[in-house]
């Protein structure tokens, strides 16, 4: 029996997409969490900038913080200026804190950040996966598994 499709949230412009973290992690659930940013924040990922590529998230005293993820400092930004690599607290319930806490204390799974985006409200959310670090032999099969799909398409397209 194949597992159900994750929900997918309504995303309106993508800011920053962490594309390694699909194959580095098996992602078990997908959550959105808000983010609480400061004005020069929010101004600097609306321009576009801002990454994710090595940051990660953890829990702690019952809150959810975002750890090295870099929004750089806003061009217009005067002396109040936001830190570009601070670490951000994550908005979420406290029954799925709870969840992702026992998930990572327990079974030893990892809080990833997937991607930062605005949804149609204009609020920035983060959508964090709860996953399992892939060994090399599971990344073996999924390169394996991305190149049988993409010469199956060759065939398909050329057999017409």
């Known amino acids: 029996m194949?597992?159900?499709?994750?929900?997918?949230?309504?995303?309106?412009?993508?800011?920053?997409?962490?594309?390694?973290?699909?194959?580095?992690?098996?992602?078990?659930?997908?959550?959105?969490?808000?983010?609480?940013?400061?004005?020069?924040?929010?101004?600097?990922?609306?321009?576009?900038?801002g990454s994710i590529a090595e940051s990660y998230a953890e829990v702690k005293d019952g809150q959810v913080w975002l750890i090295n993820s870099n929004v750089p400092e806003f061009s217009h930004g005067n002396r109040f200026n936001h830190e570009p690599k601070r670490p951000r607290k994550l908005l979420l319930h406290e029954r799925e804190i709870n969840k992702m806490h026992g998930a990572v204390a327990r079974e030893g799974m990892t809080l990833v950040p997937l991607m930062i985006y605005f949804n149609s409200k204009g609020r920035a959310k983060v959508e964090l996966a709860l996953a399992k670090g892939k060994k090399d032999h599971d990344k073996r099969a999924t390169i394996k598994e991305r190149d049988w799909k993409r010469e199956q398409g060759r065939i398909m397209r050329d057999r017409g």
Do not use: C, H, M, W
Not at 23 to 34: H, M, P, Q, T
């Open 2 to 49: 194949s597992r159900p499709k994750p929900t997918t949230f309504e995303k309106t412009k993508i800011v920053a997409e962490n594309r390694r973290a699909r194959f580095d992690y098996a992602i078990e659930s997908v959550y959105e969490a808000g983010i609480a940013l400061t004005g020069t924040e929010v101004k600097s990922l609306r321009d576009g900038t």
